[in-house]
């Protein structure tokens, strides 16, 4: 799959999956902007790829998301793929939670995906062409425990990657999403889900546990032109835990 000339933003991408599917982005040719909250690892990792540019934005926040669409349009003159991979997946009880750590999640998870999205939105609709893909996760559908706002957030940004493609499509923009299964990055490793591994695998048709080059693939599918008769739906990345 060629991306070549094709201009793509990755948020959340100094590490782990946004890191992998940035690499994987600009091997297939295109020119990608690294977008993290650590701009500093952003940049160096930007540096490591061809004609990469690392950037750091809050992407909870428009004005620094609007900025990261400008500095994209002035560096490369286009916008034709978005990826919003940037997340966050504290561990609580439901009944431990508080507003001010639900609305935090519900931030960085969903608000962002739709800020992200409608900025892109101009530069894609007037060149008719563009690709959203939101990372979402395989808990959205099991409802897993200690996950409640997590699910919640990457829920709603399945639903909205849905509407998103209903009201995009007339302008040659499609809007799909990749739901990962707990994947093997330095993230994980270093939070609590990391004890869950050895539970998670032996629910997998594919018995190992799944690394953010595997996930990679699928988003770069989405974002190439064979792609362009799929909006509206997800791709599950997930070793087969859950079998549709």
């Not at 990755?10 to 994987?24: C, E, K, M, P, Y």
């Not at 701009?39 to 909870?60: M, R």
């Not at 997998?204 to 974002?223: H, S």
């Amino acid at each position: 799959m060629s991306l070549d000339g094709r201009v793509a933003i990755v948020t959340g991408a100094s590490r782990g999956i946004g890191l992998a599917v940035a690499r994987r982005l600009a091997a297939d040719g295109a020119n990608v902007v690294l977008a993290d909250l650590d701009g500093a690892s952003a940049v160096a990792a930007a540096s490591d790829l061809v004609d990469g540019l690392g950037l750091e934005v809050d992407v909870t926040r428009e004005a620094h998301v609007q900025d990261m669409i400008r500095h994209t349009l002035d560096e490369y003159g286009r916008l034709d793929i978005l990826v919003n991979n940037a997340g966050i997946y504290p561990a609580a009880a439901w009944d431990d939670l508080t507003l001010e750590e639900w609305r935090r999640v519900m931030a960085v998870n969903l608000d962002a995906v739709f800020l992200t999205s409608k900025a892109a939105y101009g530069p894609m609709r007037d060149r008719g062409y563009g690709r959203i893909i939101n990372i979402a996760s395989d808990v959205i559908l099991a409802g897993t425990p200690h996950l409640a706002h997590y699910v919640a957030s990457k829920g709603g940004v399945f639903a909205f990657t849905r509407a998103l493609a209903t009201e995009l499509g007339p302008y040659g923009i499609t809007a799909n999403s990749v739901s990962p299964g707990l994947t093997d990055t330095e993230g994980v490793r270093g939070s609590s889900h990391a004890d869950t591994f050895e539970w998670v695998v032996s629910m997998q048709a594919i018995a190992r546990r799944g690394t953010a080059d595997d996930i990679a693939p699928a988003v770069a599918f989405l974002a190439s032109e064979e792609a362009g008769w799929i909006t509206g739906s997800m791709i599950v990345v997930n070793g087969g835990k859950e079998r549709h």
